[in-house]
């Protein structure tokens, strides 16, 4: 399910592409997800309501395709030091989903309550490559023996990754890279295989990455 994409059509135009999602990015901004019209943003980007259609066929695919750039590609980390990575993975998402905007990742959420339509391309666009990337981040810590065999991984990457979600949706302030490694010290102690032994491997690796 590929919710954000425009719709099929002539070629498309790059230029008004990006014209029309940045017309909408700074009124998502300005005034969130419930103040963005087309008929605004196509004035803003300077182009017709037509152009608009014929890329997105309506204003909530319009908005999940600014959310999905913003969002962008996240790659799982893979260096072999299972703390090293879960930490940096859990970062990479805080800061993807700070780009976001909280207010509109609300707002949207709360739509989403009551339209089903929304709340799964919500959950495919958003919600979805984020507990991608952490889930393969501890399908590998798996596979190389750090996490015991009966993890439960689907529950696992709902823990972690609803620390970010959770936080984000109330307003809060995102976690700070100390914050995150004491959530993944803490969730390391009741899945790992050995987690005295993979922190002691974070501990090389820290060192290791940090002299000159």
Request: negative net charge.
């Amino acid at each position: 399910m590929q919710a954000a994409l425009p719709a099929r059509g002539r070629p498309r135009n790059e230029h008004i592409d990006a014209a029309v999602l940045q017309a909408t990015a700074s009124t998502l901004d300005e005034i969130g997800y419930r103040g963005v019209a087309i008929e605004d943003v196509a004035r803003r980007a300077g182009v017709s309501k037509s152009a608009i259609y014929r890329r997105w066929p309506n204003r909530r695919r319009l908005v999940l395709a600014v959310l999905e750039d913003r969002l962008g590609r996240i790659e799982p980390p893979d260096s072999g030091c299972t703390l090293c990575d879960l930490h940096e993975c859990l970062v990479l998402v805080t800061q993807a989903f700070c780009r976001l905007g909280a207010g509109t990742l609300a707002q949207l959420a709360a739509d989403g309550a009551g339209d089903p339509d929304l709340h799964d391309e919500l959950i495919e666009v958003v919600f979805e490559p984020p507990r991608r990337a952490v889930h393969r981040t501890l399908f590998e810590a798996r596979r190389r023996g750090d996490l015991r065999d009966d993890v439960d991984l689907p529950l696992t990457v709902d823990v972690l990754s609803s620390l970010t979600f959770y936080g984000l949706l109330l307003g809060r302030d995102p976690m700070e890279p100390d914050e995150i490694e004491t959530v993944v010290t803490t969730m390391l102690r009741g899945i790992a295989a050995d987690a005295d032994l993979l922190l002691r491997e974070y501990v090389r690796h820290e060192r290791h990455e940090s002299a000159p």
